[in-house]
């Protein structure tokens, strides 16, 4: 399955039980409403799969994971019924993967800003290489990690989020990352890091798919009632974009760039 624009792709290859999705967009792998659709209809669509029993979530390329929001999206905002539309769209991707009756292994080949925090707190099994630091940058842009802040908090802990969350202009590296618990492996090269992911995916692919489900509804015990806790961050983020704080902020990050 594929779904293509001009402005990325959402992808989906199978083979051997294992459906590996993946996302891009040509300014690096950020996260525009079309690909957040994408990315929660395709992950819906492994789960329901029967003959699917593991999936790899990953983007293309050998630079950033996933540079977060779309801020050409994000500017263009004009009230917050569409604030809400778009940050749900982050709420729908991390509730696909919530409820995927399949365990999810994240790849993360680079660096993870904001939404792209969120994609690797909510897969079940995060490996990256050494270069893939992470950053929750919303408070700089005068908003806040409003919807990936429950699936960030749950893996990490309150006190690293909260760190996280305030120094909203610092990177912590890969190695911080997996001492906190976002990543589980971490390895100094992507070929080391894809003959990990490689070999766990063959484990859980010739593993009990009834087993499997039943230990995933266990590990996200407690969580049900996201569907309406992340739309009702979506909303704060919608309504804090429409500021003049806000819509100053992105404007002057957008023109470092």
Not at 43 to 67: H, N, P, Q, R
Not at 113 to 140: F, H, M, N, P, T
Not at 151 to 163: M, Y
Not at 228 to 241: C, F, N, P, Q, T
């Amino acid at each position: 399955m594929s779904s293509e624009n001009m402005n990325g792709y959402v992808k989906t290859m199978t083979a051997g039980g294992i459906a590996t999705i993946e996302f891009f967009h040509p300014l690096s792998n950020s996260l525009p409403g079309t690909i957040l659709q994408d990315l929660t209809r395709a992950i819906k669509k492994a789960g329901d799969d029967t003959g699917i029993k593991v999936i790899i979530l990953k983007s293309a390329g050998d630079k950033a994971f996933c540079a977060g929001a779309s801020f050409d999206e994000l500017i263009a905002i004009k009230n917050e019924e569409e604030g809400l539309h778009f940050f749900s769209g982050f709420a729908n991707v991390i509730n696909a993967m919530r409820t995927c009756p399949k365990f999810i292994i994240g790849r993360f080949q680079g660096k993870c800003v904001g939404g792209g925090v969120g994609i690797a707190a909510a897969v079940d099994y995060a490996i990256a290489v050494e270069g893939a630091g992470i950053k929750l940058s919303e408070l700089s842009i005068g908003i806040g990690p409003f919807v990936v802040g429950p699936a960030v908090e749950r893996k990490i802990g309150l006190s690293a989020f909260s760190q996280l969350s305030m120094d909203a202009s610092s990177w912590r590296n890969a190695q911080w990352a997996g001492r906190k618990g976002l990543y589980f492996e971490v390895y100094p090269s992507a070929s080391e890091m894809d003959s990990a992911i490689a070999k766990l995916a063959a484990q859980m692919s010739a593993s009990n798919p009834e087993a499997m489900a039943e230990m995933k509804k266990m590990y996200w015990k407690g969580t049900e009632h996201w569907d309406e806790l992340l739309r009702e961050r979506a909303a704060i983020s919608g309504r804090l974009v429409l500021g003049g704080f806000t819509k100053e902020a992105i404007r002057k990050f957008r023109s470092k760039k």
